[in-house]
């Protein structure tokens, strides 16, 4: 695996995880059903990685090291691979914090592991629960976010922060190749939102997008 970080502890972590992620076939139960609770999903996936790409990973990072944004926010923060490209490129701009959330409390527990041993634990705070009471508790501005959590809920949350986007914010939607971001990937095409989008080719889609505001 090749990324732009240049932190060689920071690269070896993350190959690590992204090695152990390519056993996620191994360890899924398969597609829960689809009434299943967003806590039951969270349970039945919890030793199942999720991750972004190593070039979407790549993305964050410079995105971030660009905007040198005060706050980040994550919705998704799985086994923390994203969550360490976030941090990796606020540590680097000497700016910023991230703050991110995950519902499954096995995940979170091996987020902050992570976090710790890439030295990143002053750099980000993790929060457990549901991201629509997590996030709701975020101050702004919001420089940057990333929407990486359950499909279903990538517009929810979004709407959710909305109000304390930061002017030119970026806010990035990660699979948006995927049919359950498609209301998500409407909305923030649509101008009248408030947003410039545009879709980035990176495995299962990235779409970027610029909070202009209403």
Same mark, same amino acid.
């Given at each position: 695996?090749?990324?732009?970080?240049?932190?060689?502890?920071?690269?070896?972590?993350?190959?690590?995880?992204?090695?152990?992620?390519?056993?996620?076939?191994?360890?899924?139960?398969?597609?829960?059903?689809? *009434?299943?609770?967003?806590?039951?999903?969270?349970?039945?996936?919890?030793?199942?990685?999720?991750?972004?790409?190593?070039?979407?990973?790549?993305?964050?990072?410079?995105?971030?090291?660009?905007?040198?944004?005060? *706050?980040?926010?994550?919705?998704?923060?799985?086994?923390?691979?994203?969550?360490?490209?976030?941090?990796?490129?606020?540590?680097?701009?000497?700016?910023?914090?991230?703050? *991110?959330?995950?519902?499954?409390?096995?995940?979170?527990?091996?987020?902050?592991?992570?976090?710790?041993?890439?030295?990143?634990?002053?750099?980000?705070?993790?929060?457990?629960?549901?991201?629509?009471? *997590?996030?709701?508790?975020?101050?702004?501005?919001?420089?940057?976010?990333?929407?990486?959590?359950?499909?279903?809920?990538?517009?929810?949350?979004?709407?959710?922060?909305?109000?304390?986007?930061?002017?030119?914010?970026?806010?990035?939607?990660?699979?948006?190749?995927?049919?359950?971001?498609?209301?998500?990937?409407?909305?923030?095409?649509?101008?009248?939102?408030?947003?410039?989008?545009?879709?980035?080719?990176?495995?299962?889609?990235?779409?970027?997008?610029?909070?202009?505001?209403?």
């Amino acid at each position: 695996m090749t990324t732009i970080l240049h932190d060689p502890a920071d690269r070896d972590l993350i190959a690590r995880l992204f090695t152990e992620a390519e056993r996620d076939d191994e360890r899924s139960p398969g597609r829960p059903a689809p *009434t299943v609770t967003p806590q039951e999903r969270s349970d039945l996936l919890e030793e199942v990685y999720m991750p972004i790409s190593a070039s979407g990973g790549d993305l964050l990072y410079a995105l971030v090291r660009a905007a040198r944004p005060q *706050t980040v926010v994550e919705f998704g923060t799985s086994y923390g691979i994203s969550t360490l490209y976030l941090a990796a490129a606020v540590r680097d701009s000497g700016i910023g914090h991230v703050i *991110t959330t995950e519902l499954s409390a096995t995940k979170v527990k091996a987020a902050r592991a992570n976090i710790e041993a890439a030295g990143f634990s002053d750099l980000v705070t993790v929060l457990e629960g549901d991201a629509l009471t *997590t996030l709701g508790m975020v101050g702004g501005p919001i420089g940057l976010a990333l929407l990486d959590g359950w499909k279903d809920m990538c517009l929810p949350v979004l709407r959710l922060i909305e109000d304390r986007l930061a002017p030119g914010a970026l806010v990035v939607g990660d699979d948006s190749t995927f049919e359950s971001m498609s209301d998500y990937v409407t909305y923030v095409r649509d101008p009248g939102n408030g947003y410039v989008s545009i879709d980035f080719p990176v495995e299962d889609g990235m779409e970027l997008s610029c909070w202009t505001g209403r």
